[in-house]
């Protein structure tokens, strides 16, 4: 699956995408295919302030937890109610199933991320293992 | 050994497939100077017989056949004899947690039915498969509502069992959780005007225990008000699960921490038991133990699994919601049973009979000594002071093969010569006659001798 | 089936439904007997408070009860049908008379509160099974209050947290080897300590090396696990305690294993300053189904002032009492004095065996694990070629090549009439088959359980879809786990 080139990547597999001044956060493809199915996101509240490089949540499948790094710092404005009832829409389609928006503190943080090529490199070399 | 399957001829068979030429072979990395070069020092092996005699003995010296009016969180009920014909079949007894589905739908189905049935006598959403017993139970319901709130103080009524409360204490501590304690009134109940000043904008929860460690049932709506009011959750411990037959549970409660010892498992002096957590849907995520859910198989068949495994250790590990691995299950299976075969119709009956047991019981003892805390409605304890020292009247009753109610002297200093006395279905009138005439008896001995006293002083 | 299994075959089983589909009004299983005293207005003593309705309780009569457990018992595995080579859980069998003396009056029915005097019985099987858990582990002193081996980890570190505190500096962090059972940090996390990995070396056991680089005195303690998940034996046990000893720390034992050691080697002579057993593991207590369990913590002389309260005494006339007085206590850990009824049972397993069946059972299991090793290796691939005690660890990687993985594999082994062994475990090798048999298997049983997993093997080269597609003789398969997990359902709901 390809990438979208107007999001950044981080290694711990988050996408962002932002105009700026406001961003919006998910997991990637690889992320949900090593997951397996979905059964629920653990999300922070609206309005609770989130950390670069710190986790924001988690989110399960049947037999495991994986915890969820902020791509970016900046504080929640709206979360994805739709995953409460559906996280299946994330294994259907990671890149537009987004978890939460937020507004971002420093958006000079995102020029340290990964662009979709890199990403992608990263990927293939950890898929290799 | 009787107990192992094979013979010299196997062993040195397997020993030969293996390459080794003794089985001490199999245990040299065991360093030597570690190796036991020795006998262990326990008793020799006995026959089947021997064992038998020698718990037989035991069991002589433990007054076996003697009546009870002891209760205190645990009850002496009928265990209808199906209990044990059912769970002493081998594919429960000895079956494994049921982690693989397809072997253990007997186990996963059961489990199901139990948290149903704990659902509809509690008033709540969900129930889990079992904790250790309600002392533990109470205690991970209390850390569970610290964690739904995110708030780190608890405030517990001191008519909760004491030694649930010195559980709570233990696990409370090195989390570094204040706990305060409110007192009782003169009727047995939760001081309402106390607990109102206790709770601040840090308090978790309300730990209170319904009928409490007395018999006394509480006012558990003004409770939950109070406690909902200021953002706290309200955990109902439950000791006496026959209760639950005959007066309504506590709906308003968050989480119910139970104790069902009641339904169908053995006093056993002390153990095992069997502690249930039951809640709302909305915190199942926060619950500890196990979980059965229904489900399909992939020809749509209907079956059980272990579900919401995430919360539990084995995955979470250092962030679960508890460490609780090994639970109750057999003794769960019990409970399952004894509340299958009384029902909806039997439980209420059974409850009745231990109100009714209680209700006489109380009355006669009031006629000579004082029952106390009796302006609230009570189930099957009842709390009497007496002028003599109740260590000395039971000591007497004792000569008549029937322990007498627990001195409460050790757990409540200020409530003196009281003692704690339980009534259920298996309590005979002739029990009851008895020692309410032996304390007649020590009231009569004991007043004339105080008012000679006060004469004196005169 | 392809090939030929001699273990089991497919049988009819009756089908059951909820017991609250067969329930309806009338039907009764229970009585009671007339009441001998007054009957009681019950709103009266109640009012308010007084229950009317019981909802959905069933209603049904005694033989419908028993067929309804009767079937679903028979849709379980169990010990008594089989082996279980499930790892670290000891499935060995659980002798009858255990339950015959458990059940015994003056046992089953002694109220905890009931007077010193007419409880010398249980006090009497508190000390002596206290004493011989002591002479098994070379330890000081136990308590038997914890209800499980959690439960028993969780006492442990209390009572290393109270030892660390008296001396002063409470220590924040707990060493813990990636191939630790769950327990031991969700345990050290619920005791308020920081968890600390503490990385296998290459044959699989603790990296002294990295250990002494971790060791420091800010951590309490290192929990491990002897022999350890992958049944090996910590050969440098002896330097790991004094390396942790000549920092000021402990050294906790997780007791599942000790089915390799009882009668051949003393934890408390290796070092060891703590550690919990698990009854219904090493000592045959029944595991009906989850439990209950039982997990004693025995202990150095160190640890004493700090045991749960109340401590069996003896006192000077020679009769057995309750100690409450124990000023540094850590505390209660759970109401009265732990599962007796397991007491009981472990009991009556250590005098069944005395201290030559005790060798003989540990030889024995320790004989078995390595025989099945032997009819495995090349078969499936041995990740640690250290030798095993009592139980070794495979794994999928040579059937991972066909896309089979350890899970398929295990639910395939079904087909056979066994129990699978413990999958994905210990998280130290990937696609894990963890296998103990126990010293209770037959050397029939095993050539079976060996003919069977050979066969499953040479089914993933020649028709692995079978082995994918399994339990294929069960009555459920492949149950749906993520519509569980998505859409729990925990009870049953009467149609509207």
Not at chain 2, 123 to 140: I, K, L
């Amino acid at each position: 699956m390809p990438y979208p080139t107007d999001f950044k990547y981080t290694k711990e597999h988050e996408w962002i995408k932002s105009d700026g001044k406001n961003a919006t956060i998910g997991i990637t493809d690889y992320a949900q295919g090593s997951l397996g199915d979905i059964v629920f996101v653990e999300l922070p509240k609206t309005g609770s302030e989130i950390t670069a490089g710190k986790t924001f949540g988690s989110v399960e499948s049947v037999k495991a937890v994986s915890d969820l790094y902020a791509p970016a710092s900046g504080t929640v404005t709206e979360i994805n109610s739709a995953l409460a009832t559906a996280p299946e829409k994330i294994n259907q389609d990671a890149h537009s199933a987004w978890l939460m928006k937020i507004t971002l503190t420093d958006p000079g943080e995102l020029n340290s991320l990964l662009s979709a090529a890199d990403y992608e490199k990263f990927v293939a070399e950890e898929g290799g293992h | 050994m009787r107990y192992l399957p094979k013979s010299t001829a196997d062993r040195e068979a397997m020993l030969k497939a293996i390459g080794a030429r003794s089985i001490d072979d199999l245990f040299a990395p065991i360093p030597a100077e570690y190796r036991l070069e020795r006998d262990l020092k326990v008793p020799r092996q006995m026959a089947e017989s021997e064992i038998v005699d020698w718990f037989r003995e035991r069991s002589r010296e433990n007054g076996d056949g003697h009546a009870t009016f002891l209760g205190a969180g645990a009850y002496y009920h009928y265990r209808p004899v199906i209990i044990d014909s059912l769970i002493s079949r081998g594919e429960f007894l000895t079956a494994y947690t049921p982690y693989q589905a397809e072997v253990s739908q007997g186990t996963l189905q059961s489990i199901f039915e139990f948290q149903t049935m704990i659902c509809e006598l509690t008033g709540m959403e969900v129930a889990n498969a079992s904790m250790y017993d309600g002392s533990t139970a109470a205690a991970e319901a209390v850390m569970m509502a610290v964690r739904l709130t995110g708030r780190r103080s608890v405030v517990i009524a001191r008519s909760v069992h004491p030694e649930y409360r010195e559980v709570l204490a233990t696990y409370a501590h090195h989390q570094g959780l204040p706990l305060a304690a409110i007192p009782f009134t003169e009727n047995g109940r939760l001081d309402l005007k106390a607990l109102e000043q206790a709770i601040t904008p840090e308090t978790a929860c309300v730990l209170i225990q319904s009928p409490n460690f007395f018999g006394t049932i509480e006012d558990v709506t003004s409770i939950a008000e109070i406690a909902h009011k200021s953002g706290a959750m309200l955990v109902v411990s439950i000791a006496e699960a026959v209760s639950l037959g005959i007066v309504e549970p506590p709906c308003q409660a968050d989480i119910i921490a139970m104790e069902a010892q009641s339904f169908g498992v053995p006093l056993g002096f002390g153990g095992p038991y069997c502690g249930v957590i039951a809640t709302r849907e909305q915190f199942v995520r926060q619950m500890p133990g196990r979980l059965v859910g229904q489900t399909t198989d992939r020809n749509g068949k209907r079956g059980f699994v272990l579900t919401l495994a995430t919360r539990e250790q084995h995955i979470r590990r250092e962030k679960a919601t508890s460490n609780i691995c090994t639970n109750q299950a057999l003794v769960g299976l019990m409970v399952n049973i004894f509340m299958t075969i009384y029902g909806k119709v039997g439980l209420r009956e059974l409850a009745k009979q231990n109100l009714a047991k209680t209700a006489y019981a109380a009355q006669q003892f009031g006629k000579h000594a004082k029952v106390l805390f009796s302006g609230a409605p009570r189930f099957n304890e009842f709390v009497v002071e007496t002028s003599e020292d109740p260590y000395a009247i039971n000591s007497r009753i004792l000569g008549h093969k029937i322990v007498g109610g627990l001195p409460l002297e050790k757990f409540y200093p200020e409530l003196g010569n009281a003692s704690l006395w339980c009534c259920t279905e298996m309590t005979t009138r002739t029990a009851i006659d008895t020692a309410a005439g032996i304390v007649a008896e020590s009231e009569r001995s004991v007043k004339p001798s105080k008012e000679e006293v006060e004469e004196v002083a005169r | 089936m392809k090939h030929m299994t001699r273990k089991a075959t497919r049988h009819i089983s009756q089908n059951e439904g909820l017991i609250f589909e067969k329930s309806s009004a009338g039907k009764a299983a229970w009585k009671l007997p007339p009441l001998d005293v007054p009957e009681v207005d019950t709103s009266g003593l109640l009012g308010t408070s007084e229950r009317k309705n019981l909802g959905n309780m069933p209603e049904v009569s005694e033989i419908e009860i028993i067929r309804h457990f009767t079937r679903l018992s028979t849709w379980n595995y169990a010990i008594d049908l089989g082996m279980y080579p499930l790892g670290s859980c000891t499935m060995k069998y659980n002798p009858r008379v255990n339950e015959v003396v458990a059940r015994l009056d003056g046992l089953a029915n002694a109220h905890p509160y009931q007077p010193e005097k007419i409880s010398q019985g249980a006090m009497r099987i508190m000390k002596s099974l206290s004493d011989c858990l002591l002479e098994i582990t070379g330890m000081d002193a136990i308590t038997l209050q914890p209800a499980a081996g959690a439960h028993g980890e969780l006492t442990g570190l209390l009572m290393v947290r109270a030892y660390h505190q008296s001396k002063g500096v409470p220590r924040k962090k707990i060493l813990i080897p990636d191939s630790a059972h769950g327990t031991n940090p969700a345990t050290a996390a619920m005791v308020g300590y920081a968890v600390e990995n503490l990385k296998s070396n290459a044959a699989g056991m603790v990296d002294v090396a990295a250990l002494e680089a971790q060791m420091n005195e800010d951590v309490a303690a290192l929990m491990l696990t002897n022999p350890n998940t992958l049944g090996v034996f910590e050969q440098d046990i002896h330097k790991i305690a004094d390396l942790m000893h000549a920092k000021g720390g402990l050294l906790y034992m997780d007791g599942a294993n000790m089915n390799a050691l009882v009668g051949k080697v003393r934890p408390g002579d290796f070092g060891v300053d703590l550690m919990h057993l698990n009854l219904h593991k090493t000592f045959s207590t029944p595991h009906g189904g989850g439990g209950p369990g039982s997990g004693p913590v025995a202990i150095k002389k160190i640890l004493e002032p700090f045991l749960p309260t109340p401590v069996v005494i003896t006192k000077s006339d020679g009769t057995l009492a309750f100690e409450y007085n124990w000023p540094q206590t850590v505390g209660r850990v759970r109401a009265f004095y732990g599962n007796f009824g397991m007491f009981v049972r472990a009991l009556a397993y250590i005098l069944a065996n005395g201290p030559d069946g005790l060798r003989q059972t540990t030889e024995d299991a320790v004989l078995n694990a390595n025989y099945i090793r032997k009819g495995l290796e090349g078969v499936y691939d041995l990740p640690y070629t250290t030798p095993s005690m009592h139980e070794v660890v495979f794994s999928d990687k040579l059937q991972a090549k066909k896309g089979v993985k350890t899970m398929d594999l295990a639910k395939r082994l079904i087909d056979y009439g066994f129990h699978p062994y413990t999958t994905a475990f210990p998280l130290i090798v990937p696609g894990a088959l963890m296998i103990e048999p126990t010293e209770s298997e037959s050397k029939e049983e095993m050539d079976l359980f060996i003919e069977s997993m050979k066969s499953i093997a040479e089914e993933v080269e020649e028709d692995p879809q079978t082995v994918l597609d399994a339990p294929h003789n069960t009555r459920v398969s492949r149950l749906d786990e993520v519509a569980a997990a998505r859409k729990p359902v925990l009870r049953w709901k009467p149609a509207i």
